[in-house]
């Protein structure tokens, strides 16, 4: 599956069961799993891949975690859950009634940002970071990982800045 296929929604209601507060909680869900899930499945890591290389805009984190959702149990199991309210919102199909709409596009791009620091996470467990004599390193994504060996002090520290298991925020 793409995630180039955008959602299209015609009619937009108002839900009003639904706030802000339950869409967040509901994403730190969703995005915690994914969190946890990257340490232990290499397939998932993978299918992260598609994140690393999208674009960040307003139907990444929808589109995200319909491809996601097929490539892992336990994100399944949550997205269902969930995908009624925070799904529907994020798709564009429900307007959430104590949130401003005019918010809601910033939301969406923060949203896509906190997917593309998971991606970025997967992608540093899933490949050997080496800053030996050299103050940079490549991921097979492309991305480009600078680091200060000045300020750091040794390549094993910038490996260890680059683990995401000792990030306490994504």
Known sequence: MSLES??????????????????KKQWGFLTEAVKQ???VDQALRESLMN?????????????????????????????????????????????????????N????????????????AAECLGSPLNFEGDSETELPSGTRVFVDREAVGSPELAVDLLNPLAWGNR
């Open 6 to 23: 955008r959602p299209q929604s015609p009619e937009v209601e108002v839900t009003p069961e639904l706030t802000f507060e339950k869409v």
């Open 37 to 39: 899930e990257i340490v």
């Open 105 to 120: 596009q910033a939301y969406l791009f923060y949203f896509a940002r906190d997917l593309k620091c998971l991606a970025f």
């Open 51 to 103: 994140v690393v290389q999208s674009s960040v805009d307003e139907h990444l984190p929808f589109e995200t975690f319909e491809f996601l959702s097929q490539k892992n149990e336990r994100i399944k199991k949550l997205w269902n859950r969930y995908r009624r309210e925070i799904g529907n919102w994020l798709s564009g199909a429900v307007r959430l009634a104590d949130f401003n709409p005019r918010n």
